[in-house]
């Protein structure tokens, strides 16, 4: 299994960015996919996804800014963030899993987001 993040950069507070996932070696349509941030000095957080067992949550502090869809044909997840703050700042993973009662076991590379004031 391969996960390929893109789409991170630099970007100013209140901008947008869409973050991509392709996969290959997995079926998203038939796997849970989620995505998750480290920033600075912190723990790396789930940000939009499925938590183990659950269905699709956001983190409090993207809910109603960030979102995250799939593109089957393209076996590829994305993550449409909008309303950028300089508390978004950080590397942005992409990982999937087998099932919905798994843990997250495949990870992409990670992709950096920077957010200025």
């Known amino acids: 299994v391969q996960l390929q993040a893109s789409g991170g950069g630099l970007v100013q507070a209140g901008g947008s960015l869409r973050l991509s996932c392709a996969a290959s070696?997995?079926?998203?349509?038939?796997?849970?996919m989620g995505w998750f941030r480290q920033s600075p000095g912190k723990q790396r957080e789930l940000v939009a996804g499925?938590?183990?067992?659950?269905?699709?949550m956001y983190a409090d502090s993207v809910k109603g800014r960030f979102t995250i869809s799939e593109d089957n044909s393209k076996n590829t997840v994305y993550l449409q963030m909008n309303s950028l703050e300089p508390e978004d700042t950080g590397v942005y993973y992409c990982?999937?899993?087998?099932?919905?009662?798994?843990?997250?076991?495949?990870w992409g590379q990670g992709t950096q987001v920077t957010v200025s004031s």
């Open positions: 499925d938590p183990v067992g659950g269905s699709t």
């Open positions: 070696g997995i079926i998203l349509s038939n796997s849970k």
């Open positions: 990982a999937a899993a087998r099932t919905s009662l798994m843990n997250y076991v495949y």
